[in-house]
């Protein structure tokens, strides 16, 4: 919202698809988003991400990251995108607990997707 398409060296390519932010403990909740739905909770540490209006083709790109607690471990996580869950309405993500080698609901969970 408010980029004019088409000027300024702006083009369709560049800008962001779909983003959210949301908490994926408890009850799952979106803080804020564009073009997401919904967030379906597929089990500990694994989420879908819903979109508004789906995507043209299951070829774009998405980067996540998120933390599952506010301690001093907060660094040893990682967010992943489960390639096998993307198609045109939806894509999945996984949050893992590096130091415990064990996936876990995370507390901030963000991802931006691009692609036409």
Known sequence: DGVVVGTSGINATRIARA????????????????????????????????????????DYSVVSDGRYNTGDSAGSSVCSIRREALTTSKFGVRGANVAAETFSDFEMVSAIVFGN
């Not at 909740?29 to 089990?43: E, K």
Request: hydrophobic share 30%; aromatic share 12%; glycine share 10%.
């Open 19 to 58: 983003w959210v932010n949301f908490n994926g403990t408890g009850t799952v909740a979106i803080r804020s988003s564009y073009n997401v739905s919904s967030i379906t909770d597929d089990g500990t540490g694994k989420y879908d991400v819903n979109f508004s209006t789906a995507m043209a083709n299951d």
